[in-house]
């Protein structure tokens, strides 16, 4: 069974942010998978590096449409942002250096953050795009 699993509840609207929640979904099964099998902290590394280098490109995509809509939301939603990258870089930093294994609990972290950011934030972003495309 997936880990973290798609449901419609988490369809924010954009068809573009939906596709790439859909492929953060995935990841982070993957992620979940690789620690389970019991992988190595190279393989959970790469995996990992996977996962954020995605996670960085998916909030690119975001708050570029945030800018080109002047989302009046910007800023308070680009923290958050850089807020879960700050994490992720310093879990890999850890992982790196041997000081922590990925466990059940980071997985807990991240699909914890994921399902209530898109639940909220990205729900309020959406809504926002999809009034300015219906100007
Ligand atoms: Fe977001
Ligand atoms: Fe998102």
Do not use: C
Not at 16 to 34: G, P
Not at 40 to 63: C, M, N, P, Q, S
Not at 64 to 84: E, I, N, T
Request: charged share 25%; glycine share 6%; net charge neutral.
């Amino acid at each position: 069974m997936a880990f973290i699993k798609w449901e419609s509840k988490y369809e924010v609207g954009v068809p573009i942010i939906d596709a790439q929640h859909r492929m953060l979904f995935d990841h982070v099964n993957t992620l979940f998978d690789a620690m389970q099998a019991g992988h190595g902290k190279d393989e959970i590394g790469k995996t990992l590096a996977f996962l954020a280098r995605y996670t960085v490109e998916h909030f690119k995509t975001e708050e570029d449409l945030m800018q080109r809509s002047a989302y009046p939301g910007f800023k308070a939603h680009k923290a958050v942002h850089d807020d879960l990258t700050r994490q992720v870089v310093e879990l890999q930093g850890k992982l790196d250096k041997g000081s922590q294994m990925l466990s059940l609990p980071v997985m807990h972290f991240l699909r914890d953050w994921l399902s209530h950011h898109i639940s909220e934030e990205d729900k309020k972003l959406a809504a926002h795009l999809n009034r300015a495309a219906a100007r």
